[in-house]
């Protein structure tokens, strides 16, 4: 069964700091990991990670994944309050052409003023 | 830009309604999915489809059947609801391979 751990579950910081939220994962037939961002409602695409080393950036986020590892970090420097959201991590494996999404259980970041 | 497009927003059943959550997008996606969100669970997957008139089950599909007689809508059916199905539901679509998902605002559903 494949499986997306994130650490930490929540996360309290300042505005200014710089965080990094964690996602390891086992999967069968891993082809991409993918981060998202939620606020009140619908998850937005941040990055879509499938080569190792590589790092996706935009603005004051970025990501990285590690496929001996098995993991990926979502970095996010000088946090502002519009950060404060669910980050949720999730992966594409089980092979095939009906690829699904498997998710973990989300980062609450809360970004205090 | 539409994308992806959930009615109801909002609904309050009673145990044993039946209803119907409607999914539409506008991206000519072959691939859409129906997931629930509850608290400390993540997101679950329901049910898929990978394309019009095909439907597969995912991880958490009892009480729930689905439809997708149209490429651009998928259908989400609770037969009998139970208190246990009150959930935040969300479609979402994508084109293929492995390309983003696209999610719906969602649909806040409430079983008593």
């Known amino acids: 069964e494949d499986k997306v751990v994130q650490s930490p579950l929540s996360l309290v910081v300042h505005e200014g700091d710089t965080v990094t939220l964690n996602c390891s994962y086992e999967v069968t037939n891993f082809r991409s990991l993918l981060w998202y961002k939620q606020e009140k409602k619908a998850p937005t695409f941040l990055f879509m990670l499938?080569?190792?080393?590589i790092e996706k950036k935009s603005g004051r986020l970025s990501s990285i994944l590690d496929k001996k590892e098995l993991f990926s970090i979502l970095n996010i420097t000088a946090t502002q309050t519009g950060d404060s959201a669910v980050y949720l991590c999730a992966v594409y494996g089980s092979g095939g052409s009906n690829y699904k999404l498997t998710f973990g259980k989300g980062t609450l970041l809360t970004v205090n003023p | 830009n539409a994308g992806v497009t959930q009615t109801p927003k909002f609904r309050v059943l009673k145990t044993g309604q039946s209803m119907t959550l409607l999914c539409a997008q506008d991206?000519?996606?072959?691939?859409m999915y129906w997931y629930r969100q509850d608290p400390g669970m993540g997101l679950r997957l329901i049910h898929y489809?990978?394309?019009?008139?095909?439907?597969a089950k995912g991880e958490v599909p009892d009480g729930y059947n689905v439809s997708r007689l149209k490429k651009q809508n998928f259908l989400l059916g609770l037969e009998s609801a139970a208190p246990s199905q009150t959930s935040v539901y969300f479609c979402?679509?994508?084109?293929?391979?492995?390309?983003?998902?696209?999610f719906g605002d969602g649909t806040r559903l409430s079983i008593l």
């Open positions: 489809s990978v394309g019009e008139g095909t439907t």
């Open positions: 499938t080569s190792s080393g």
């Open positions: 979402a679509s994508r084109s293929d391979g492995t390309e983003p998902q696209h």
């Open positions: 991206m000519n996606h072959e691939y």
